[in-house]
C-alpha cells in the first residue's frame, strides 16, 4: 500500500470517528436535558462498569474483521468459560480468584484455536466454522451444567469479588479494559504482528507472497479473540454472580454492532483502537441512556438497531464520498 492510500485511509478514519464522537457528543446533550442524572459521576461509573465487557470483547472482534474474518461463537464461549470456572468455584471454595481467571482464559483459548484451525487449516468460511461452533460450544455449556445455573450463594465471596472490587476507587472491571486497550494498542502500532494482521487484510494474496505467513496468523488472531472471550466469561459471571446456559445469547450481534460503529471495516484491513473505543461508548450509552428518558423497554431495542444502522449508514457514506473526492482529485 502506498504512501498516499495510507494517509487516505488515516484521513478518513479520523473523519469518521471525529463525525463518531460529534454524534456521542450531541446524544449526550440531548439525554442530559431530558435527565439531569445522566452526567453524574455514580452513572457514568455505573455506564462504563457495565460497558467493559462488551470493550473488552471489541478489541478481539476488531482484529478477527481486519483479518476479513468474523466469529460468531464469541457468546458461546464466554457462557462455556464462564460457567465451567463457576463450576470449579462452586466446588472448590478455596481457588484463587486469579487461578478462576486462568481457567477462564484457558477454555477460551482452547475454543479460539479450534475456531482458528477451521479456518485457517481447513479453508471453511468465518461464519460458517463459527456459526457450527457457537452451537457446540453453547451445547457443552448446557451438558455440563446438566440445564442447571450456579447462583450467588454457591460462589465464594473472593469469586464475586473479581468484578465488585476496585483499585484507586476504579472498579475492576473498567481497570482490565484499560489494560486490555494499552496492550492491544501496542500491539497493533507496534509490533510487526500487528502490522501483518492489517496486511492480510488489506491483500491475503499480496500478503503471502510477500512472505506472510497468513495461516499461523489468522490462528493467532481467533486464539486472541478465544483468551478474550474466557476472560470475559469469567468476569461476566463474577459480575452477575450467576452462570446460566443461556448467558450471553445473541451477545456476539453486540460485540461486531460495537467494532463496525467504531469504522472497523467489514471488508478487512482498516479498523483502530480508538475507533472501537467511540463505538462501544455509543452502545454503551444507548443501553444506560434509554431507561432513563423512560423509553418503553418493548422499543429499547428497535431505538437501539435504529440509532446503529443510522451511524453505520451515514459512516459508510462518508467514507465513499471521501473516496470518490480522492479519486476525483487524482483524475480517475
Not at 184 to 190: A, S
Request: with cysteine; aromatic share 8%; proline share 2%.
Amino acid at each position: 500500500m502506498g504512501k498516499k492510500s495510507k494517509l487516505s485511509l488515516m484521513n478518513t478514519a479520523n473523519f469518521q470517528q471525529i463525525g463518531l464522537l460529534i454524534f456521542i457528543v450531541g446524544l449526550s446533550i440531548v439525554v442530559q436535558i431530558r435527565n439531569p442524572r445522566f452526567l453524574t459521576f455514580e452513572n457514568i461509573s455505573d455506564l462504563l462498569t457495565n460497558t467493559a465487557i462488551l470493550a473488552i470483547l471489541t478489541v478481539g472482534m476488531m482484529l478477527v474483521i481486519v483479518t476479513r474474518g468474523i466469529d460468531l461463537s464469541v457468546g458461546s464461549v464466554l457462557a462455556l468459560a464462564g460457567m465451567i470456572s463457576a463450576l470449579i468455584v462452586s466446588k472448590y471454595q478455596n481457588v484463587s480468584p486469579i487461578v478462576a481467571i486462568l481457567i477462564g482464559i484457558f477454555v477460551g483459548a482452547i475454543c479460539g484455536v479450534i475456531n482458528g484451525f477451521l479456518i485457517s487449516k481447513t479453508n471453511i468460511l468465518p461464519i460458517i466454522a463459527t456459526l457450527g461452533t457457537m452451537n457446540i460450544y453453547r451445547g457443552i455449556t448446557y451438558m455440563i451444567s446438566k440445564g442447571q445455573w450456579v447462583s450467588a450463594d454457591e460462589m465464594p465471596l473472593s469469586f464475586k469479588r473479581i468484578a465488585t472490587g476496585s483499585i484507586l476507587g476504579i472498579n475492576n472491571l473498567i481497570v482490565v479494559a484499560i489494560i486490555t486497550y494499552i496492550v492491544f494498542y501496542y500491539f497493533v502500532q507496534h509490533t510487526r504482528t500487528g502490522r501483518q494482521i492489517y496486511a492480510i487484510g488489506s491483500n491475503p494474496e499480496a500478503a503471502r507472497i510477500s512472505g506472510i505467513n497468513v495461516s499461523k496468523l489468522i490462528l493467532t488472531v481467533y486464539f486472541l479473540m478465544g483468551v478474550l472471550s474466557g476472560l470475559a466469561g469469567v468476569l461476566w459471571v463474577s459480575k452477575f454472580a450467576s452462570a446460566q446456559s443461556d448467558t450471553a445469547t445473541g451477545y456476539e450481534m453486540n460485540v461486531i454492532a460495537a467494532a463496525v460503529l467504531g469504522g472497523v471495516s467489514i471488508a478487512g484491513g482498516s479498523g483502530r483502537i480508538s475507533g472501537i473505543i467511540l463505538g462501544t461508548l455509543l452502545l454503551g450509552i444507548l443501553n444506560n441512556a434509554l431507561p432513563l428518558v423512560n423509553v418503553s423497554p418493548f422499543w429499547q431495542q428497535a431505538i437501539q438497531g435504529f440509532i446503529i444502522l443510522i451511524a453505520v449508514i451515514v459512516n459508510v457514506l462518508v467514507r465513499m464520498n471521501m473516496e470518490k473526492a480522492q479519486l476525483r482529485r487524482r483524475g480517475i
